[in-house]
Each structure stands twice: as C-alpha cells, then as structure tokens.
C-alpha cells in the first residue's frame, strides 16, 4: 500500500508531535509568558499513537519523527519509542527532534528502545545569546546533551539551527567550524513565517545561499548529492575533508514543496498535510468514535488527496497558520 496525494507525490514521512508543551521559549516558535496550552485530555495516548502509527506503516510510511513541542517533556518517551519499534523493518526510521534539555538522561534509553537518530536544536554558542534566544539559560546543557547522544551512539548526531538575522546570523562559520571540530551533522534553517508572536519578517530571513556563502568565505563546501530527492535540506561536505556535515533548509526562498513527502499529527490529534495548512483533519476524534481500521484507512487517504500543492509564503496574501510549530511539530 502506498500514500499517494493527488499531485502524485508519495507520502512517506510522519512528524508526530508528543506535546505542544515546551520549557524553552525560542522567540521564533513560543512567545514569552503563558500560552494557552492544549487541554491534557486532548493528547493522543502513546496507546493512540502506536495504533495510528500502525496503521500509517501499514500505508507506506516509512519514517517517523518525534517532535513537539518538547517531545521529552512527556514522560517515558522510551516507552513509546519501544512501542513504535515493534513497527520495523517495514518502519525504517525513527528519529526525535528535542531543544536537548532533558536528552542527557534519556538518551541511553532512547537508543535502548530502537530510536535511529537524533536531532539537537541550537541557535548560538554563545550562552548570553542562547538565553536570549530560547528564555533558557542551558547552553551548558544541550552542549552536554550532544556529547551524551554521542556517547549512546547516536551517530551522526545532528544539530538544527534556525538563522534570523541579527540575531545569530554572525554565527554560522562558527557553527560550521563546530560541525568539523565535533564531527556533528549541522542543519541550517531558514525562519519561517511560524511563530507565535507573528514577528516574522521576511527581511529576517537569511537565505539559504546566503547561509552558504557565508560558510565558504571560510570553509568551501562541496554538494554531498547533485539531487535532494524528498529531503529538506541540501547536504554538502567540506571540500577539504574535514569530518562534519552541513544541511541547509531554505523553505522559503527555495520552495521544495513539489517533492514533499510528508504529512503531521498534531498533539491534539490532527492530520496537518503541510506545516502551512490552513485546515486540519480530525484524525482524534475518528479514532475515539470506535471507528474500524477500514474507516480511520479512508480518512486518512482522504486527508492526503487534500494535500497543498504547495505553500503560500511568498504570496501577498499568505495568511500565517493559526498554530505555531511547537503545536504542529517542526
Ligand atoms: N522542541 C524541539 C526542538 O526545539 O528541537 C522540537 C520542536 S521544534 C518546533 C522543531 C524545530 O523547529 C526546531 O529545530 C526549531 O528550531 C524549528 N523551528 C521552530 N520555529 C521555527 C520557525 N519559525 N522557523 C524555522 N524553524 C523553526
Ligand atoms: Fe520549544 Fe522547540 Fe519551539 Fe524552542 S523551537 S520553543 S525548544 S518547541
């Protein structure tokens, strides 16, 4: 069985996002102070999750990524990981995007249950900047937090980066110089229209090619793949050799929706077909009807036909997602 939407492309990529809660508050994604959290009741259990998950597999996906939110804030995330694990070889990936604040102590855990990759967000190395940027004063923290999943043999370990400018954007050959010394895999991203704060200005954006350009002035790159296939991010190495990894994510100033593969649940249960969709698909409230496998089946296929073409954000008149990314998991 395969995902098909109706723009023919192949749906096999499932971000599930355990919470939307999260103890940072990285000025891009969570605004300062109280948001109005999803009510607990609402959450799907790791039971729903396994039962979707299976169901998803049992329809071509073959990657799950864990997000938020700050997916470890939910207790035993191991456990589900071991849940989603019983789904391989036909699941061939699980991964976990978290701010690495909790990793350091669940990580051997993790591993132990089948989780495949990890991804750790960090926006500076500089720890007056990191508080500022994410209301978290932990750079110490997630830098421990990268050697550990080193340690339980993560390998690579990958980082995130999301780059705004004026904020961090002096900092991306330091991140490169970051990725060769630790041999890490360091993905720089474009910031996107997503926060809840709706600061976002396209003036913010620094673009991909100038991420790229950026690094070269001191590390010349070399395209790792002359294609991108469903991938987000263009994958170089450094043409001297050295160890390390660098993916670049430019969502809005190279559109790569036409090879999108793939598609969101919520934390509250909602199919997403694009992280800019303006409608969500009921996904919660079908499987807590009582609704057979054949029925939650066809409603999935029918979200998936109404998958986006593409996004909207270069549009004048895109209108910024109700949700943020810590709902929709990034
Ligand atoms: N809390 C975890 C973390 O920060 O890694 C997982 C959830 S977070 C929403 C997933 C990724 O989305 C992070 O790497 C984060 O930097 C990125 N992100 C959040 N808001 C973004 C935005 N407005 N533009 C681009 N990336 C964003
Ligand atoms: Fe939390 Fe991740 Fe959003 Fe930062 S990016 S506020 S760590 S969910």
Redesign the pocket.
């Known amino acids: 069985m395969s995902l098909t939407d109706a723009y023919n492309r192949q749906i096999r990529d499932l971000r599930i996002s355990l919470t939307d809660r999260?103890n940072?508050r990285?000025f891009?994604?969570l605004p300062h102070g109280e948001p109005a959290w999803a009510k607990k009741e609402t959450l799907l259990s790791f039971e729903e999750i396994e039962f979707v998950a299976d169901i998803f597999v049992s329809l071509g996906i073959e990657k799950i990524r864990l997000?938020?939110?700050?997916?470890l804030i939910r207790r035993d995330v191991p456990v589900l990981v071991e849940k989603l694990s019983r789904l391989k070889p036909r699941l061939r990936d699980i991964a976990l995007?978290?701010?690495g604040y909790d990793l350091s102590r669940h990580a051997d855990a993790l591993k132990a249950a089948g989780l495949d990759r990890v991804?750790i967000?960090l926006?500076s190395l500089r720890a007056g900047r990191f508080a500022e940027i994410t209301g978290s004063d932990s750079l110490d923290r997630v830098l421990n937090a990268i050697e550990a999943a080193r340690e339980s043999s993560f390998d690579p370990v990958k980082l995130?980066a999301?780059i705004v400018r004026g904020r961090n954007d002096d900092e991306i050959a330091d991140f490169a110089r970051f990725a060769r010394e630790h041999a890490l895999s360091v993905r720089f991203?474009?910031?996107?229209p997503?926060?809840s704060g709706h600061g976002?200005d396209r003036s913010l954006v620094v673009s991909g090619r100038e991420i790229r350009e950026a690094i070269e002035m001191e590390f010349p790159l070399e395209l790792a793949s002359a294609t991108r296939g469903s991938e987000t991010a263009w994958k170089y190495r450094f043409a001297d050799g050295a160890p390390g990894e660098i993916g670049i994510i430019a969502p809005v100033t190279e559109i790569f929706c036409g090879q999108c593969s793939r598609i969101r649940l919520t934390a509250d249960g909602q199919i997403r077909t694009c992280l800019f969709s303006a409608t969500e698909h009921d996904l919660r409230g079908i499987v807590r009807s009582g609704a057979g496998r054949r029925e939650i089946v066809e409603f999935i296929e029918a979200a998936v036909l109404k998958k986006e073409p593409r996004h909207y954000i270069n549009d004048p008149s895109f209108t910024q997602p109700e949700r943020t990314?810590?709902f929709i998991?990034?």
């Open positions: 999260c940072f990285c891009y994604c997000t938020g939110g700050e997916p995007t978290t701010n991804t967000s926006d995130n999301v991203i474009e910031y996107m997503l926060d976002w990314m810590s998991g990034g």
